[in-house]
């Protein structure tokens, strides 16, 4: 029992023996054909949190930094206007005669402006617009088209911002100056004299827009709204008043100064 014993447990120390001697080797050699082994395997998580915090620090920042407000804007807009047929000869048929009623004509002119905006606070505002249309209508359809126009508007608006979007929504009204609207001029006989003269009528609208800081001052936006104008050709005894609708689609870049909001 003896020896059996003693066989037993000197094999088993032989196996213990040369799996700790396994274990060395392995490790040795690991050591030894890695020596940057543990280094090599915390570089990925150093490299991770590295690049975590260069892509946060650098959106972050200039977005922090961006979120100032200042008082004042100022640049240039750009807009297509689709207006409506605006001839009060045309328009009084349409009354008189239901059966024979056809959609006004529709046509596109560009514009061309200057916005100038006061920041009351981050959030509300006030803004103004003077824009030229100066684009005339062909020979076909130019009494209708009104030849070249131009408009002034103001309002209040709102803007909600996160970083550097914002959403934007205003209310404006003011005036639209026709160059050649069409008119009745006057009756001669059974006959009516039609003809062309400069008209001013009132307008009013909504519209809201997308914006974003280009640089700590300069900022680019986008936007559509709806204009109701308010026509009322003269002598009012012979044309009959009416309103049209124009839709606009346009941008505008603008350059912002003075202090910033809360820093004043």
């Known amino acids: 029992m003896r020896s059996v014993w003693s066989k037993r447990t000197r094999h088993e120390d032989r196996q213990v023996a040369l799996s700790v001697v396994g274990l060395r080797t392995r490790s040795t050699r690991c050591a030894r054909a890695h020596p940057y082994s543990i280094v090599a395997r915390s570089r990925p998580n150093g490299a991770l949190l590295l690049f975590a915090f260069m892509s946060v620090s650098s959106v972050a920042l200039p977005a922090e930094a961006q979120q ?58 006030a803004e103004a617009e003077v824009a030229l249309l100066p684009r005339f209508a062909g020979f076909t359809g130019i009494q209708e088209r009104g030849g070249a126009k131009a408009q002034i508007v103001a309002g209040p608006r709102y803007c909600w911002r996160r970083n550097r979007i914002g959403i934007a929504a205003t209310a404006r009204a003011g005036i639209i100056d026709v160059q050649l609207a069409p008119a009745v001029l006057g009756v001669s006989g059974p006959f009516e004299v039609d003809g062309e003269r400069d008209s001013v009528s009132p307008m009013v609208g909504f519209g809201g827009g997308l914006e974003m800081n280009l640089s700590p001052r300069i900022i680019g936006s986008v936007d559509a709204g709806n204009f109701f104008v308010w026509y009322h050709p003269r002598p009012q005894a012979l044309n009959p008043s ?23």
């Not at 596109?108 to 920041?119: H, K, S």
């Not at 309103?243 to 350059?255: D, I, T």
Request: no cysteine; hydrophobic share 40%.
């Open 68 to 125: 100032d407000v200042r008082r004042f804007e100022v640049g240039v807009s750009g807009a297509a206007v689709r207006f409506q047929e605006i001839d009060p000869a045309l328009e009084r048929e349409r009354r008189e005669s239901p059966p024979l009623r056809t959609p006004p004509e529709k046509w596109i002119d560009p514009a061309l402006g200057i916005r100038f905006i006061v920041n009351v606070n981050k959030a509300f505002g």
């Open 242 to 264: 009416f309103v049209r609708q124009n839709l606009y689609v346009g941008a505008s870049l603008r350059w912002s100064f003075g202090r910033p909001l809360g820093q004043e």
